[in-house]
């Protein structure tokens, strides 16, 4: 099987594995206990914590450990509403994660208000428009930082600066499950109040992730119990996934940059074959300012993206239609049409996203394998993709 869909997760990478495994044994140890098992227990926990802030260029007190992106985005926005008595107004954008646009949803049930800030043709957002949705009563902004299905870059920095002007005190949130260890990033530099990110997008276990906060920033915690986090999230922490989580994080500080540099040319090789052998068909967010290295979002006339994934998967290759949290879904990902893509042309979406072990090798034989099964369906259908 070649794997092209680490946007999904990525496999654990051997180093982290190697680091998790005595933590299963005999550094088993509650973190919280005084007693010796304890304390070393703590000690990964403490350096897994201050491995995660390294790569973020933040203090170690601003990393709260959690279950993974979605607990991370919910703490985040209901510990900011909750901070407010479920009351006020609430942005975001079109093209969110289901997990800020569902708890929006949720929050909007509770009678907070609800604004939705949509995007141009290329997926992103502009800071101006962002600026006009805002409320006097607006508690919260959350938005994505890297989108998960197109890999567009929203201009964080930009849009803070711009929010900021008329409303210094505006809390910023933001998802960045799919950049953190797939770009640089640097916490201070976004403007942010808030971020979230999920170890297994970049080669970590599943199930840890990390909400990263200001330090003057207080949110009402979500979890209530034994007082872990420094109270901002109770709950014994799960250890070897912290550690696996600290692990990654201090393997990317030595190797973001090279992976970065190797994976731009293999997404440019991707998608120029694609426009060549296939025309009529289209990248989303080509033309955006900026996209992640590793993600590419391919439509086109004619076809079906969940037909094209399960003949992939037969000859090998395991790409996705959008979003594994949209799988099995009867409907065209909110992403694209968001985008101004017609439901049927979005319907055709397929996401190919590379990651820490592809090679190129691997790329070469799964163009050859994609132009196979597009052209192959296009003769089935009798389309010939120009529609």
Known sequence: MIYLDHNATSPLRPQVLE???????EGFGNPSSVHGSGRRARQGLDEARRRVAALLEVHESQIVFTSGGTESNNMAIF?????????GHLVTSTVEHPAVLQVYERLQHYGMGVTLVGVDHNGCLHPEEVRAALQPDTVLLSLIHANNETGVIQPLAAISEACRADYPNLVIHTDAVQSVGKIAVRFAELGVDMLSLSAHKWGGPKGVGALVMDKHLAIDPWLLGGGQERGRRSGTENLPGIVGCGMVAASLQQTLTAEMERLQPLQRYLEQRLREALPGSHILGQQAAARLPNTTAWVMDGIQ???????LD???FAVSSGSACGSGRSHPSHVPTA???????AASMVR???GWNTTQEEVERFVTAFIQVIKRLQQLSGSSGNG
Not at 79 to 87: L, N, P, S, T, V
Not at 305 to 311: K, L, M, P, Q, R
Not at 339 to 345: F, K, Q, T
């Open 339 to 345: 985008m101004g893509i017609p439901a049927e042309l």
């Open 79 to 87: 510990g900011q509403a909750a901070r407010h008595k479920f009351r």
């Open 19 to 25: 680091a998790m495994l005595p933590f299963f044994t």
């Open 352 to 354: 190919i996203s590379l």
């Open 305 to 311: 993206g969940e037909t094209v994934v399960i003949n």
């Open 314 to 316: 037969l000859s090998g």
